[in-house]
């Protein structure tokens, strides 16, 4: 409390003039709280996460960025590792859009704003690393007492700018801690770091960005030159400078012998205007030449060492690959058996093969039946139904219809059976283990003759039915106990699919999301998970499959308060075995055996994402910079 009333009478005395042993950084910052940003340092206000919503908006802006820095985050995070730093990229609103922190302190991270969607503009925050850097355009630390709302004054706070291409301010780097050493100093390490990497960041963007023109990097020492070159600029064909690094911008007006606060940008100037050269001088930076021969010199008769990179072709379009149908692609969410089943499913579908579905019960074999119907252009309907559950004397007239009179209590006028009732559709067999043998060569006919004979009925009549049949007993098994038939067996078997257990996939936290998101939405009460309560969903082993679950979140949602699912909303799992909790998404690539595999398992996720790199690098655990690593790798290309 006591420092609290210190920090807002030093705030006063500085707003009336007195001199102040602060940087002047955060002196200009606290008039601005007081004069622009109206701000009382008497009223402080908690962290500001913004919705979820708004979030993905800010992400989706950014993704580009995000991709790029991601690389250059981990490579800092490594460098701060165990000392309790967390890493924030925000954007130009200052909305934090990327994130890297300890996994132990989350609470108290989410508490103190450093965090995913943490909002850290100046004119909301008041003087704070990555809001001030916003408004200077300057690398700074925002040291504990330094920042004008008490709320944050625990907080150490290093940021770094990143300009685009254009030499507009597009993201900030910062590096914070939730406790420091009480002098400034202590920081000056981190802000080098921070300050090395964003220009890392800011070269990384240059090259992706332009990397069909001319890029001239460089250095003041030849060493550095090809591994880590301070600056870079690219250049179109006649010289003129298409976009720049940040250092670029200020190194080329001193170089020009011009002061960078007064000077125009240099986009769109000659390249000549700054150094001693032109364009045809280029192809003498490249490579081929030893680095020390690599020289350029400014117009104030500065020296450089420079790196010409040519333009490189723009890679031809490959044809794009073969989406999954929206149907399809939303059955998971990248598990690798799923996606397997995914791709298969996906060709077969606008096929006549008959398909067999293998599944425990409640994995989800008949929304699998239906999304292949979906995708397979078939303008009938889907017909479903459970051998199992129809007595077994009903079944015929059931699935074959009966002619007019054809027995007693038959209708005169005779009636449809569900087979006709799916022409032009998709016939689902659930449980088709379960129907009775005498049928089962009638069956066979419709599938190999394409038409059926009503009971009673003499002539038969053309049918164009898909059949998906689906079981949960192994077919073979019942061959060989002589209660299936094998000719029908194979007749069915052409196109098996088998339904991964839930307790085997690796999607399960994916599906888990999606399920309460859904089925809360269903149940009109807005509801979400509580990390016990989700980690007790994720020790469960799931023996009734996707359908156990459902019903469980159904039960999670209308019993839970203050719309969050605790454990003591969830059934008593009690009596089911202890399982290892299910494998992060993230091991699905360290997984995949074959490139065919990973190439399918990431093409599932894309198709399922709509091509959202940020949403597919999110499902899969891993960064946006992986994402695109791995397409290009495996030639995946977003449909056009
Ligand atoms: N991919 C999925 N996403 C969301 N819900 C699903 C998914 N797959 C299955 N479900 C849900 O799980 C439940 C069981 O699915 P389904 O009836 O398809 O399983 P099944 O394997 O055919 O079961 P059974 O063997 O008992 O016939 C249903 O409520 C279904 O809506």
């Known amino acids: 409390m006591a420092g609290e009333r210190e920090h807002i009478r030093e705030i006063e005395q500085v707003l009336s003039g007195a001199r102040s042993a602060r940087d002047d950084i955060v002196v200009?910052?606290?008039?601005?709280?007081?004069?622009?940003?109206?701000?009382?340092?008497?009223?402080?206000?908690?962290?500001?996460?913004?919705?979820?919503?708004?979030?993905?908006?800010?992400?989706?802006?950014?993704?580009?960025?995000?991709?790029?820095?991601?690389?250059?985050?981990?490579?800092?995070?490594?460098?701060?590792?165990?000392q309790n730093y967390v890493l924030l990229l925000a954007d130009a609103k200052g909305v934090t859009v990327d994130f890297?922190?300890?996994?132990?302190?989350?609470?108290?991270?989410?508490?103190?704003?450093?965090?995913?969607?943490?909002?850290?503009?100046?004119?909301?925050?008041?003087?704070?690393?990555?809001?001030?850097?916003?408004?200077?355009?300057?690398?700074?630390?925002?040291?504990?007492?330094?920042?004008?709302?008490?709320?944050?004054?625990?907080?150490?706070?290093?940021?770094?700018?990143?300009?685009?291409?254009?030499?507009?301010?597009?993201?900030?780097?910062?590096?914070?801690?939730?406790?420091?050493?009480?002098?400034?100093?202590?920081?000056?390490?981190?802000?080098?770091?921070?300050?090395?990497?964003?220009?890392?960041?800011?070269?990384?963007?240059?090259?992706?960005?332009?990397?069909?023109?001319?890029?001239?990097?460089?250095?003041?020492?030849?060493?550095?030159?090809?591994?880590?070159?301070?600056?870079?600029?690219?250049?179109?064909?006649?010289?003129?400078i298409l976009g720049t690094t940040r250092g670029a911008a200020l190194l080329l007006a001193q170089a020009g012998g011009i002061d960078w606060r007064l000077s125009p940008s240099p986009i769109g100037?000659?390249?000549?205007?700054?150094?001693?050269?032109?364009?045809?001088?280029?192809?003498?930076?490249?490579?081929?030449?030893?680095?020390?021969?690599?020289?350029?010199?400014?117009?104030?008769?500065?020296?450089?060492?420079?790196?010409?990179?040519?333009?490189?072709?723009?890679?031809?379009?490959?044809?794009?690959?073969?989406?999954?149908?929206?149907?399809i692609a939303e059955l998971s969410g990248g598990d690798p058996a799923m996606t397997a089943v995914q791709m298969r499913a996906a060709k077969l579908a606008r096929t006549a093969i008959p398909i067999l579905i293998h599944g425990e019960t409640g994995s989800g074999k008949?929304?699998?039946?239906?999304?292949?119907?979906?995708?397979?252009?078939?303008?009938?309907?889907?017909?479903?139904?459970?051998?199992?559950?129809?007595?077994?004397?009903?079944?015929?007239?059931?699935?074959?219809?009966?002619?007019?009179?054809?027995?007693?209590?038959?209708?005169?006028?005779?009636?449809?059976?569900?087979?006709?009732?799916?022409?032009?559709?998709t016939l689902f067999l659930d449980e088709i283990g379960d129907m009775p043998y005498a049928l089962q060569s009638r069956l066979l006919r419709v599938i190999a003759e394409r038409e059926l004979v009503p009971v009673g009925g003499i002539a038969p009549r053309p049918v164009d039915i898909k059949i998906i049949s689906a079981s949960h007993h192994d077919l073979r098994q019942l061959v060989?106990?002589?209660?299936?038939?094998?000719?029908?067996?194979?007749?069915?078997?052409?196109?098996?699919?088998?339904?991964?257990?839930?307790?085997?996939?690796?999607?399960?936290?994916?599906l888990l999301e999606r399920l309460v998101g859904e089925r809360a939405r269903l149940a009109g009460r807005p509801a979400k998970l509580s990390a016990a309560a989700r980690l007790a969903l994720i020790r469960h082993d799931w023996p009734g499959n996707i359908r156990e679950l459902v019903n469980a979140v159904d039960l999670a949602v209308a019993l839970c308060e203050d719309e969050t699912i605790q454990p003591s909303d969830l059934p008593d799992f009690g009596a089911s075995r202890a399982a290892p909790p299910a494998p992060s998404a993230s091991l699905v690539a360290l997984r995949a055996p074959s490139l065919e595999e990973e190439r399918g398992a990431l093409l599932a996720v894309l198709a399922a994402t709509g091509w959202n790199i940020s949403e597919a690098a999110r499902r899969l655990g891993v960064d946006r910079t992986t994402v695109h690593r791995r397409m290009k790798r495996l030639r995946l290309e977003a449909p056009n």
């Open 28 to 82: 200009q910052s606290w008039l601005r709280c007081i004069d622009t940003h109206r701000l009382d340092p008497a009223r402080p206000t908690e962290a500001y996460i913004v919705p979820d919503t708004q979030l993905r908006e800010h992400r989706e802006q950014s993704e580009r960025l995000i991709a790029i820095a991601r690389s250059g985050l981990e490579t800092l995070f490594k460098q701060v590792a165990g």
């Open 100 to 240: 890297l922190g300890d996994p132990l302190f989350m609470d108290q991270l989410r508490k103190a704003g450093l965090y995913l969607g943490s909002e850290w503009s100046e004119s909301r925050t008041g003087t704070c690393g990555v809001g001030s850097c916003i408004v200077t355009g300057e690398a700074m630390t925002i040291h504990q007492t330094d920042h004008f709302d008490t709320t944050h004054t625990p907080l150490s706070c290093t940021a770094a700018p990143i300009f685009d291409t254009k030499g507009e301010l597009t993201a900030v780097l910062d590096i914070s801690l939730l406790r420091s050493p009480q002098p400034k100093v202590s920081q000056n390490l981190a802000l080098h770091l921070v300050t090395a990497s964003a220009r890392r960041i800011e070269l990384a963007n240059l090259m992706a960005q332009m990397h069909s023109e001319w890029v001239l990097r460089f250095s003041r020492s030849p060493e550095f030159l090809d591994v880590d070159p301070e600056a870079a600029i690219a250049l179109d064909a006649s010289g003129r």
């Open 269 to 327: 100037q000659p390249i000549s205007r700054f150094l001693d050269m032109d364009v045809d001088d280029l192809p003498n930076l490249t490579r081929g030449r030893p680095t020390e021969e690599r020289l350029v010199f400014g117009r104030n008769g500065s020296a450089l060492f420079a790196h010409a990179i040519e333009p490189q072709p723009t890679s031809g379009r490959r044809a794009p690959v073969e989406v999954l149908p929206g149907p």
């Open 366 to 425: 008949e929304v699998l039946a239906r999304a292949i119907h979906d995708s397979s252009g078939r303008a009938g309907p889907f017909v479903a139904i459970n051998c199992a559950a129809i007595p077994e004397h009903l079944i015929e007239s059931e699935l074959f219809g009966h002619a007019a009179g054809a027995f007693t209590g038959a209708t005169a006028k005779g009636r449809k059976g569900l087979i006709e009732s799916a022409d032009g559709g």
């Open 480 to 510: 060989a106990e002589g209660r299936f038939r094998e000719d029908l067996f194979y007749r069915l078997n052409a196109a098996p699919l088998t339904l991964p257990p839930l307790r085997e996939r690796t999607d399960f936290e994916w």
